[in-house]
């Protein structure tokens, strides 16, 4: 792995995790390569130790999850440009989605569902669908994480198998982690933090994760999933008013379900159990009924953000379970200043071999807000190269209304309130260029005068002619599990409807 040259790359900041960044899109490109698909992985009982320490260090000591460690098994992270790469490889193996999805009476499966848009919105799109992107298929695997580093090395030594000392990881000053090290190796700690009372709570962590994971799925069945809108990246979500009909046995499961739902929508990929504010929030959907559930919010809250997340609780009207569940829609939050500049992004020529054409030139993929992947298709490598793609904003509303002809503001404002309601339209992509707004590429919408030369472009000017949109990754079982009824659900209406009629 080689830095830039006159870097020096310890005097980096967070330079630990930079390396450990680089590493894995190393490693991955090469599995890629090579079709690899499980990696393996020395950490060892003692990196555990220490990742725990430091995790108690940072502050996120509120529960049992910050004890749960390294996972021996996990897909191997990565970033934007390794992401880039396997989605030009799956042009030809699309994973598609109707662009919104409703709750299926009775059972049934997402495949029930129609794959295409309707047919006004799929006019200028490649294929009329939004798809979802697919994950790498490559796992990382741990196996030597209940052996400690003493015993890996005698068995090296034993064994006369070579291995490889990095200096850098005896320097305290370095990093956290090294500094952890340091403290381990040179100096007597409190019982509490002994290596064998750090490994007996993992220990009961990782028994209380199993549990978890367990109650969490068990809530997906119960929860009901009213839609999710892949155009906007929003979903309406009806939660069991009663938590304490499900038996619940641990604080940690309601978060774990909020996990699994803000997944779905965040454009934040971490997701760490032990910070408060996914506590905070969890007892803010799941309110408090039983002594489960501690710091309570002191008043009925309407509205909450967590991970750049935006929690509302909707009014159900006269629907037949306003009794028995308490309705949220959950949306991308709203854009601050400093974001939206952040999220302008420029589309570059990237040739197409297998599918360009003289007269037609393709972009490379640009990935929007963490959320969405976007492409597109234009006449013209120049006119290509001046279009961009942001955020929505207000200011453009006025612009629009004054430039579009009656018809197209009132198929914009349909599809404005369809999809993203209020200030969620802010938080749309819209692909720009010299003359303003050309496109709302997830509503499938292009502003008239940017269809191309058919549409009545002045002569010589080439349009914009098509786009491609896929959704983030998301695990489709999820959706399934919140799509479709279940013995888990007709047992909760059961409970809940008795638990009411004792309160009348």
């Known amino acids: 792995m080689q830095w830039p040259e006159n870097v020096l790359s310890q005097s980096l900041p967070n330079f630990e995790t930079q390396a450990r960044q680089k590493r894995y899109r190393l490693l991955t490109q090469a599995a890629m390569r090579t079709g690899i698909r499980n990696l393996f992985l020395g950490h060892h009982q003692d990196d555990q130790i220490e990742t725990i320490l430091m995790r108690l260090i940072r502050g996120k000591s509120g529960s049992l999850a910050s004890f749960w460690g390294i996972a021996d098994t996990a897909p191997i992270p990565t970033d934007a440009d390794i992401e880039a790469e396997l989605i030009s490889s799956q042009d030809s193996e699309e994973e598609l989605m109707p662009h919104r999805i409703e709750r299926l009476e009775p059972k049934g499966a997402l495949e029930s569902y129609s794959r295409r848009l309707p047919e006004p919105f799929s006019i200028h799109s490649f294929d009329g669908c939004i798809s979802l992107a697919q994950r790498l298929d490559i796992s990382l695997h741990r196996p030597l994480l209940k052996f400690s580093k003493a015993r890996i090395l005698a068995t090296c030594k034993a064994n006369d198998i070579q291995f490889v000392s990095d200096p850098t990881n005896f320097n305290p000053q370095l990093t956290l982690r090294n500094a952890v090290r340091y403290l381990l190796t040179n100096y007597k700690l409190p019982r509490a933090l002994s290596r064998d009372s750090i490994l007996r709570i993992h220990d009961r962590a990782l028994d209380q994760l199993k549990y978890v994971h367990f109650e969490a799925e068990r809530a997906l069945d119960v929860a009901e999933l009213t839609s999710f809108d892949l155009r906007s990246g929003s979903l309406r979500l009806r939660v069991p008013k009663f938590p304490h009909l499900l038996k619940w046995q641990t604080s940690e499961t309601p978060v774990a379900f909020l996990a699994q739902i803000l997944r779905l929508v965040s454009p934040v990929d971490g997701f760490e159990m032990s910070k408060s504010s996914y506590h905070n929030a969890a007892n803010v959907i799941f309110p408090r009924i039983s002594p489960l559930y501690s710091s309570p919010p002191s008043g009925p809250v309407s509205t909450l953000a967590v991970n750049q997340v935006l929690l509302t609780r909707e009014e159900q009207g006269h629907h037949p379970e306003q009794e028995r569940y308490a309705s949220w829609r959950l949306s991308r939050q709203p854009l601050r200043r400093e974001q939206m500049h952040r999220l302008l992004r420029k589309f570059t020529y990237q040739p197409h071999p297998e599918v360009e054409t003289a007269a037609e030139f393709y ?132 409970a809940a409807q008795e638990y009411l009629k004792s309160k009348t």
């Open 363 to 494: 972009s490379g993929w640009v990935f929007w807000d963490c959320r969405y992947w976007i492409r597109i298709c234009c006449t013209s490598v120049h006119y290509l190269q001046s279009c961009a793609i942001r955020p929505f904003q207000p200011s453009d509303a006025a612009d629009l209304n004054t430039t579009l002809d009656r018809e197209s503001k009132a198929t914009l404002s349909r599809l404005l309130h369809d999809a993203a309601p209020g200030k969620v339209r802010y938080t749309l992509p819209v692909i720009t260029g010299d003359m303003g707004i050309r496109a709302f590429p997830t509503l499938n919408f292009a502003v008239p005068e940017h269809l191309g030369h058919s549409i009545g472009n002045k002569e010589g000017e080439p349009g914009l002619l098509r786009w491609k949109v896929k959704y983030k990754y998301i695990d489709r079982k999820t959706i399934e599990r919140l799509s479709v009824c279940g013995s888990s659900t007709d047992q909760y209406q059961a």
